[in-house]
């Protein structure tokens, strides 16, 4: 009986790595680039995972199959620094491999790793400062603590530039900033056949988390809906997404994303009444029902995001009481 292989093609020269991770994802996308015949480029890998037992198995399994380790590695590209696409960065730092970012990723999203202490002080405080209560942050704090076991920050990052073009594993990617998920987001995209590296921009079944958080710019989801028009007018025939399957209708997708937050901004404006109420508060009743400690953080940060929207739209005005800000129509 044949052992079913930890890796299969997406595209020309481009394997998906789908590894698990104990999300409701189930699973993360890594993507290995492999060069063609007598190319002078070597093999390079997009995103990683967290550092759990069973996703190094699954990574590491998978480079085996086409006889390779972390040191075989040219580069290491990263689509941006969320836990699930960076954690194994460090440890194949370690193993001589260059692990590149967009440059602004570095400043604005890499921080979060290295600059641990810092990053949790401002974290909880932006909490507090949004209504978040005391008996969900302590639970919160266990739980970062947790994934940051699971993370291993890059010593030495190396950066590119939005639209530079990279010539990796024998072909050429052009860097394209998509602020919104994360500040520093990149895809890459391979013009030659329209295949596009997308990370988490845009998803088959469901919309990536569009969160606002301590350090993240202002007003995400207006950086979003503008980085899905980008998306869309890039003219590529297939993302190769960060979860789930590949999309080949991406201008398809991108309508529906536009349209699910516009439906989400319309429900949340309704929440609103002359009675004040906190992100915490609004984010319950948007998001309702019985969730783990991450979904519900999840849930917080979307909601904000989304009421930061309605703010610069002047379709919600923010209200501040004994230091904690409120939310009214």
Known sequence: MHQARLSHPVAP???????????????????????????????????????????????????????LGYGDLEA??????????????????????????????????????????????????????????????????????????????????????????????????????????????????????????????????ISPNIGRWAYAYPNPLAHYLASLEKTRGLGARLALPGHYRPIADIPGRVAELRAHHQERLAFLEGLLSPEPQTAWQLSLALFPGELSLAQRRFAWAETLAHLEYLVEAGRAVPVELEGILHYRR
Request: glycine share 10%; net charge negative; aromatic share 8%.
């Open 13 to 67: 020269g481009i394997f998906a790595i789908p590894i698990p991770i104990p999300y409701p994802f189930r699973y993360v996308n890594v993507y290995l680039l492999l060069p063609p015949p007598l190319s002078t480029g070597g093999p390079v890998l997009v995103d990683c995972a967290l550092d759990t037992p069973e996703a190094r198995a699954a990574l590491e399994g998978a480079l085996r199959e086409h006889g």
């Open 76 to 205: 290491l590209l990263l689509t941006h620094h969320h836990p699930d696409h960076y954690g194994l960065a460090g440890l194949i730092e370690q193993a001589g491999v260059s692990v590149y970012m967009l440059d602004i990723e570095e400043e604005r999203g890499h921080i979060f790793w290295t600059q641990a202490e810092a990053m949790n002080q401002a974290g909880m405080a932006f909490f507090r400062r949004h209504g978040v209560t005391d008996e969900y942050l302590a639970g919160l704090e266990k739980e970062l603590a947790l994934t940051r076991s699971r993370v291993h920050p890059v010593r030495n990052p190396r950066t590119f530039p939005d639209g530079v073009v990279l010539e990796w594993a024998g072909t050429r990617l052009r860097v394209v900033w998509v602020p919104g998920h994360a500040d520093g987001q990149a895809m890459f995209l391979r013009e030659e056949d329209g295949v596009l590296l997308a990370g988490d921009q845009i998803l088959e079944k």
